[in-house]
Nanobody, 116 residues
Framework: QVQLVESGGGLVQPGGSLRLSCAASGRIFNIYYMGWYRQGPGKQRESVAHITSGGSTIYADSVKGRFTISRDSAKNTVYLQMNSLKPEDTAVYSC??????????WGQGTQVTVSS
């Protein structure tokens, strides 16, 4: 049984910061990449950022320069530091993990609301 437990969402004012965490536990081996997706109100789910086991990162154009993804491989944990948040960043953020064997796991999602 594999679990992804997310934390760090909440309500923040425009221009503020939040840090999301996602910890993978259970029988999960050889994680290839970890990342974050989001789905805003009335929008399709989109990729936000991903990081591979080698440390390579990919960001959506809309978050480049504002968000930073990192991982602690020893803890099977991925982080998303979000700075200069905008109202359009409001969404449910979900953690995604893919193993070298191609297994895919999802977290339950955490709400991020950017509003004054």
């Amino acid at each position: 049984q594999v679990q992804l437990v997310e934390s760090g969402g909440g309500l923040v004012q425009p221009g503020g910061s939040l840090r999301l965490s996602c910890a993978a536990s259970g029988r999960i081996f050889n994680i290839y990449y970890m990342g974050w997706y989001r789905q805003g109100p009335g929008k399709q789910r989109e990729s936000v950022a991903h990081i591979t086991s080698g440390g390579s990162t990919i960001y959506a154009d809309s978050v480049k320069g504002r968000f930073t993804i990192s991982r602690d491989s020893a803890k099977n944990t991925v982080y998303l530091q979000m700075n200069s948040l905008k109202p359009e960043d409001t969404a449910v953020y979900s953690c995604n993990v893919v193993t070298a064997a191609g297994e895919t796991y999802w977290g339950q999602g955490t709400q991020v609301t950017v509003s004054s």
